[in-house]
């Protein structure tokens, strides 16, 4: 036991950024740990281009025409933050599941930390995610037609979107507190969710009401607001949803966040309990 | 703030949401002056993680007081965190970073800085003989490394207060000196140290005082040797081939024991058994006797009460999780066989 520097007498508090910045840095660190699991999860978002863009693709046609790998790529965006829930929520679970939070709790930082630290590591995952799908697009020929402010527009709009996941994905990690769960609730949950909307299909060639589910699912909204920003092909749709496409594309995620993300907090304290 | 007490708790009451049946904790209290270690001694389902969790700010109690260093742990928890160190029941560590990277992470939260956060997690890891595995995830440690990484987590930062939660139970015989001896140079430099344990001997070898709990009560509080004087102490037990010999060992057993031995004979068991005071000397003198008188011995030693009968004991009633009190038995029976 060296050194008067260690022993613990006086308290000194690092405040709540510094905490969640070390807990930010944690995160990656898992992520660099595991680089085969990190390079799989990356390729997800090129599976979705290629399944999607190639072998269904080809019996697709893109409502008001033009090429359906054009029509694809935005969907692409927002389902791959989708598929985002499974992976925050299930490393919240490891955490909860076995006892390193217990440390966090019993030390003198803010409580805030682990939660934000995830949330701020997640976004960071997200901004990869968004990468390798702008990457996989360009290489199949979708692009940006309408100047690259609107460009950042929608991704910031992708990045909103995977922020309201992240504390979505946090709140059932810590809700349920066992991995494989997590991920027995995520994928019967993001399938449906992508099918009945736009992300492969016009919401105007499904049935009467199946159109207007899809129209109102806050993936629509994104991927609709993305296609326009982007000018991409099959904007296309005629209720007030798809003509407010880029408010929702805002409100959503916002009402989401600020849903999930003090459930999450609550559920976090309640740990104690 | 001054504080006579490094922990003070009262009155302590603690039932589980999910369970409507008994409290886990019921009037839970115990103090315990600064620099010594105080043993909580428990079989399994008495409350002691509870307890530990309560004291240590992880757990809501439901009524009752508690102190740490003279800070109220419901209403000032920040002043109590920034004091205690806990390594609980199950290793605390991120299992998916290596031993190294754990220690600086912590070190960091701490508030060392960077460099002082590397350099004191290189002193531990050296310290708990880890610095061959320091780079390795923890997640692929074995059990004892585990439970060592952990023990060097909470000493980061030399804490006022360390709460150690059954940190042996379950490591060889090596690792289990290792923690031993942390804890040991840890309360020389004036860390106060309360420690669940399931075994008599650890509470025996560590601790200065020790609290027997039961059912989330306090049942019986004191040193070791004013326990063990409750419990009966020692015995000596001779196990012979013939069972004609018995009267024999049991006079020879009444002498070795001095005034008042009563010896109990076990004719199916061909056993004869006495309490002594100082076993050593009475497991020599009887030794010698048995050699001079010419008995065949099958089995000779000293047995300590077990956990099970130190309950039957003090409380009345046998332990209530059998197949664990079972377990903590033949622990126990294990290291009373030993002469
Ligand atoms: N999270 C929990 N929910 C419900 N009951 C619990 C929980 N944790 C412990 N208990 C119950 O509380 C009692 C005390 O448990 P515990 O404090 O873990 O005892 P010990 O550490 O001495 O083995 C036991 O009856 C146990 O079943
Ligand atoms: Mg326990």
Same mark, same amino acid.
């Not at chain 1, 326009?228 to 296309?236: A, E, I, Q, R, T």
């Not at chain 2, 315990?32 to 004291?55: E, M, Y």
């Not at chain 2, 040797?225 to 196990?239: I, M, N, P, T």
């Given at each position: 036991m060296s050194a008067d520097t260690v022993r613990g007498a006086a308290p000194r508090r690092r405040g709540p950024?510094? =905490? $969640?910045?070390?807990?930010?840095?944690?995160?990656?660190a898992h992520l660099a740990r595991t680089p085969e699991e990190a390079a799989l999860y990356f390729a997800l978002p090129i599976m979705f281009v290629l399944v999607f863009g190639y072998v269904f693709g080809s019996g697709m046609s893109v409502a008001g025409g033009g090429n359906y790998r054009e029509f694809l790529v935005p969907g692409v965006f927002a389902m791959t933050m989708l598929y985002g829930m499974g992976s925050s929520g299930s490393a919240i679970a490891v955490d909860a599941r076995r006892g390193v939070v217990d440390r966090f709790r019993s030390m003198p930082i803010a409580r805030s930390a682990l939660l934000t630290g995830r949330c701020t590591a997640d976004m960071l995952r997200g901004v990869i995610e968004l990468l390798v799908v702008l990457m996989c697009g360009l290489l199949v020929g979708w692009t940006w037609h309408r100047g690259i402010g609107r460009m950042l527009l929608a991704l910031l709009l992708v990045l909103a979107l995977r922020l309201a996941i992240t504390w979505i994905g946090i709140y059932l990690g810590l809700l349920v507190r066992n991995e494989d769960a997590v991920g027995g609730i995520v994928f019967p949950?993001? &399938?449906?969710?992508?099918?009945v909307s736009n992300v492969f299909t016009s919401p105007e060639l499904m049935p009467g009401w199946l159109g207007t589910v899809s129209e109102w699912n806050p993936l629509s909204a994104t991927v609709t607001a993305l296609? =326009?920003? &982007?000018?991409?092909?099959?904007? $296309?749709?005629? $209720?007030w949803?798809? =003509?407010?496409?880029?408010?929702?594309?805002?409100?959503?995620?916002a009402v989401l966040t600020a849903i999930f993300a003090p459930l999450a907090v609550r559920r976090y304290k309640a740990l104690g309990r | 703030m001054a504080a006579d007490h490094a922990i003070a708790a009262e009155g302590l009451r603690k039932r589980y949401g999910d369970t409507g049946g008994r409290a886990a904790l019921d009037g839970f209290g115990m103090t315990?002056?600064?620099?010594?270690? /105080?043993? %909580? +001694?428990?079989?399994?389902? !008495?409350?002691?993680?509870?307890?530990?969790? !309560? +004291?240590a700010t992880l757990l809501r109690y439901d009524a009752g007081h508690a102190e740490i260093c003279g800070f109220d742990v419901a209403r000032q928890p920040g002043e109590v965190r920034a004091r205690i160190g806990l390594t609980g029941q199950y290793a605390a560590v991120d299992e998916q970073l290596s031993g190294r990277q754990n220690l600086v992470m912590f070190g960091t939260l701490y508030g060392l800085g960077r460099r002082r956060a590397r350099q004191r997690a290189d002193e531990l890891l050296a310290q708990f003989g880890l610095t061959d595995a320091a780079g390795r995830g923890a997640g692929k440690y074995s059990g004892g490394m585990r439970r060592r990484l952990d023990l060097a987590a909470s000493l980061?930062?030399?804490?006022?207060?360390l709460f150690l939660d059954e940190p042996t139970t379950g490591l060889d015989p090596r690792s289990r000196n290792q923690v031993w001896d942390a804890v040991r140079s840890l309360v020389a430099t004036g860390t106060t140290v309360l420690l669940t344990t399931q075994y008599l001997e650890e509470a025996d070898q560590l601790a200065d005082r020790i609290s027997v709990i039961d059912a989330g009560r306090v049942v019986a509080e004191g040193t !070791?040797?004013? %326990?063990?004087?409750?419990?009966?102490? !020692?015995?000596?037990?001779?196990?012979?081939?013939?069972?004609?010999? %018995?009267p024999r060992v049991a006079d020879l057993l009444a002498r070795a024991a001095g005034p008042g031995g009563r010896p109990e004979v076990d004719r199916d068991a061909r056993r004869a058994s006495v309490p002594v005071a100082d076993h050593v000397a009475a497991l020599t003198e009887v030794v010698r006797a048995l050699h001079d008188a010419g008995v065949t011995v099958e089995d000779i030693g000293t047995r300590r009460p077990?956990?099970?009968?130190?309950?039957? /004991? %003090?409380?009345?009633?046998?332990t209530q999780e059998r197949t664990d009190a079972a377990g903590d038995g033949a622990v126990l029976a294990g290291k009373g066989r030993a002469a």
């Open positions: 950024v510094a =905490d $969640g910045l070390t807990m930010t840095r944690r995160h990656m949950l993001a &399938f449906p969710l992508t099918a296609r =326009d920003l &982007f000018g991409n092909p099959g904007v $296309g749709g005629s $209720g949803a798809s =003509d407010n496409a880029l408010l929702l594309a805002i409100l959503w995620p | 315990v002056p600064f620099g010594t270690v /105080h043993g %909580l +001694l428990g079989p399994n389902g !008495a409350g002691k993680t509870t307890a530990v969790r !309560a +004291l980061v930062r030399v804490p006022r207060v !070791a040797d004013e %326990l063990k004087a409750r419990l009966g102490g !020692a015995r000596v037990e001779v196990v012979v081939r013939d069972a004609a010999d %018995l077990t956990l099970d009968e130190a309950f039957l /004991h %003090l409380t009345g009633h046998r």
